[in-house]
């Protein structure tokens, strides 16, 4: 049982004096990596709207009518014809009451 414990001994003391191995999981290594995946992911977000955008516009092009080759007669017109009557009409109201007598009036 003496060996075992001088083993175990010689063991940890060797251990003891190693160089821990470096910590992958650092605050400024994980802030590193986050900035490049948000670099990535907002790469991709502008590429991908980069190509909808043209395949939007590929597709509007390849299946939207282009302009007529012949010009578009106009058709009858729609609005109905407006009557003029010439009898009858007045310019002055009726029925306005007259200004009492020596009132002032106002001439323009």
């Not at 175990?8 to 490049?36: D, K, Q, W």
């Not at 012949?70 to 306005?96: C, H, N």
């Amino acid at each position: 049982m003496m060996e075992h414990e001088d083993t175990l001994r010689a063991t940890f003391s060797t251990l003891g004096g190693e160089v821990a191995p470096p910590n992958s999981h650092s605050a400024a290594g994980v802030i590193r990596r986050g900035r490049a995946v948000r670099s990535r992911r907002r790469t991709a977000a502008v590429i991908g709207s980069a190509v909808a955008t043209a395949a939007v516009a590929a597709l509007a092009l390849a299946f939207l009518p282009g302009a007529p080759s012949t010009p578009v007669v106009p058709g009858p017109s729609l609005q109905t014809p407006s009557r003029t009557t010439t009898g009858g009409v007045s310019t002055t109201p009726t029925d306005v009451p007259e200004s009492p007598a020596g009132s002032p009036t106002t001439t323009r």
